[in-house]
């Protein structure tokens, strides 16, 4: 399995808030969330629809960028957590499930 990929918050810290002089009050403000918010986005939290839109208003981005990032992650750590059942599944044969009659 690949390197697990950069979470959200490091993006937003170390590609925008840091480079651009933007603190997490500023970008709450802009965003018009409570700093708490922010600040745990930056800390780790996992980012919803309504957040990516924010981000992406707020910092020039698309949505489409901050949730490709959290759903990068969100499926790395469902593979891991997943990879020692997934090897005892067995995948249905569909050819073998058609000639029998099943569609």
Same mark, same amino acid.
């Given at each position: %399995?690949?390197?697990?990929?950069v979470?959200?918050?490091?993006?937003?810290?170390?590609?925008?808030?840091?480079?651009?002089?933007?603190? +997490? @009050?500023?970008? *709450?403000?802009?965003?018009? @969330?409570? $700093? &708490?918010?922010? *600040?745990?986005? @930056?800390?780790?939290? &996992?980012?919803?629809?309504?957040?990516?839109?924010?981000?992406?208003?707020?910092?020039?981005?698309? *949505?489409e960028?901050?949730?490709?990032l959290?759903?990068? @992650?969100?499926?790395?750590?469902? $593979?891991? %957590?997943?990879?020692?059942?997934?090897?005892? +599944?067995?995948?249905?044969?569909?050819?073998?499930? +058609?000639?029998?009659?099943?569609?």
């Amino acid at each position: %399995m690949k390197n697990k990929p950069v979470a959200v918050g490091i993006i937003l810290k170390e590609e925008f808030l840091e480079p651009m002089g933007i603190t +997490i @009050v500023m970008l *709450s403000e802009a965003m018009g @969330v409570h $700093r &708490n918010t922010v *600040s745990a986005i @930056v800390n780790g939290k &996992n980012i919803n629809v309504t957040q990516a839109v924010l981000l992406a208003s707020a910092l020039g981005t698309s *949505s489409e960028f901050w949730l490709n990032l959290q759903h990068n @992650v969100d499926l790395w750590n469902a $593979r891991k %957590m997943f990879e020692e059942v997934s090897k005892n +599944i067995q995948a249905f044969d569909v050819n073998s499930l +058609i000639s029998n009659g099943y569609q």
